[in-house]
């Protein structure tokens, strides 16, 4: 049964800091890992997917790794602001392509 | 407008009692899935449906049903409420069958037992 951890469980930071959240996950038989952001009342936004033939992808100041041998992916913000602060979730997809859910990071940017 | 909905957004109930939970989408996507969240424990998938005629169970479909009235709408029902029912609950919906797959998700309903 895949699990995913995600480290720190929270985090806060000062405006301005690059931070790193990381994920990991127990099957490395997947086939794609996500990166979601959950605002309060908001529900979840998708903010990269990587497929598993990829390393890396990037949006903006995010910027999100793969290594599926060793189950582990970052999620890297760089300059962080306080519009950043939220809970972030990483999610993989593996057999029977349902998406298993790690419990979060809450972070925290303060200004 | 969004794009998924819930109602209600908030729910308070008592044991025992049979609630629905309702999920539309105007995303034309033929997927939708219900999950529960609580503290600690991230998502995790109640029930899924690939199309109007087909209903799979997730990991906790235990005390939870669902059905599929029409492509756009999703409803999740509790037969007899138990506080450890009590969490936030998400629709999502997608459209790709196989690999690149992005979850639409709605805002959450959170629902307390008492």
């Known amino acids: 049964k895949q699990e995913v951890t995600q480290i720190p469980a929270a985090l806060s930071v000062p405006e301005g800091e690059n931070l790193v959240l990381n994920c990991s996950f127990t099957?490395?038989?997947?086939?794609?890992l996500q990166w979601f952001r959950q605002d309060p009342g908001k529900g979840l936004t998708s903010l990269l997917l990587?497929?598993?033939?990829?390393r890396e992808q990037t949006s903006g100041r995010l910027n999100a790794s793969l290594d599926k041998s060793s189950g582990r992916s970052t999620l890297y913000i760089a300059a962080s602001q306080p519009g950043d602060s939220a809970t972030y979730l990483c999610?993989?997809?593996?057999?029977?392509?349902?998406?298993?859910f790690g419990a979060g990071t809450i972070l925290r940017v303060k200004s | 407008d969004a794009d998924v909905t819930q109602t209600p957004r908030n729910r308070i109930t008592k044991t025992g009692k049979r609630i629905m939970l309702e999920c539309s989408q105007t995303?034309?996507?033929?997927?939708m899935y219900w999950y529960r969240q609580d503290p600690g424990l991230g998502l995790r998938l109640i029930y899924y449906?690939?199309?109007?005629?087909?209903?799979n169970k997730g990991e906790i479909s235990d005390g939870y049903s669902v059905s599929r009235q029409a492509q756009a709408k999703f409803s999740l029902s509790l037969e007899s409420a138990i506080p450890n029912q009590t969490a936030l609950y998400f629709c999502?919906?997608?459209?790709?069958?196989?690999?690149?797959?992005?979850?639409?998700f709605g805002p959450g309903t959170r629902l307390l037992v008492l």
């Open positions: 999502a919906t997608s459209d790709e069958p196989t690999g690149e797959e992005t979850q639409y």
């Open positions: 099957d490395s038989a997947i086939y794609n």
């Open positions: 990587i497929q598993s033939s990829q």
């Open positions: 999610a993989v997809r593996g057999h029977g392509n349902k998406l298993v």
């Open positions: 995303k034309g996507h033929d997927r």
């Open positions: 449906s690939f199309d109007v005629k087909d209903i």
